[in-house]
């Protein structure tokens, strides 16, 4: 089982920024899980469905929703093993609980393994 931990979170005005890290713990496998797939960052908002925002490939090539292309960056540190989410100008429909998890390298979409961490909340405010 694949375990990832979500962090960097908080309460931020619109407008502003956040970093968010996910970092691979426990095991060798967890580690190599996330350092040979893509990864992706979810969010899901109160009353709606979890939706994928951002994917990088383990080469390094990236995708984004159209509702934070040009305003989120994804990157990732294999030797790390973390993955980065920049979320600049944000707005209030950013509000949601965020997640990584694996990605499909090929089609940019979700393909997440069948555990969750415990993701980390960003509330961006008026």
């Known amino acids: 089982q694949v375990q990832l931990v979500e962090s960097g979170g908080g309460l931020v005005q619109a407008g502003g920024s956040l970093r968010l890290s996910c970092a691979a713990s426990?095991?060798?496998?967890?580690?190599?899980?996330?350092?040979?797939?893509?990864m992706g960052w979810y969010r899901q908002a109160p009353g709606k469905q979890r939706e994928l925002v951002a994917a990088?490939?383990?080469?390094?090539?990236?995708n984004y929703a159209d509702s934070v292309k040009g305003r989120f960056t994804i990157s990732r540190d294999n030797a790390k093993n973390t993955v980065y989410l920049q979320m600049n100008s944000l707005k209030l429909e950013d509000t949601a609980v965020y997640y990584c998890n694996r990605a499909d390298g090929t089609t940019m979409g979700p393909r997440p393994w069948g555990s969750w961490g415990q993701g980390t909340q960003v509330t961006v405010s008026s």
């Open positions: 426990g095991s060798i496998f967890s580690i190599n899980a996330m350092r040979v797939n893509a």
């Open positions: 990088i490939t383990s080469a390094g090539n990236t």
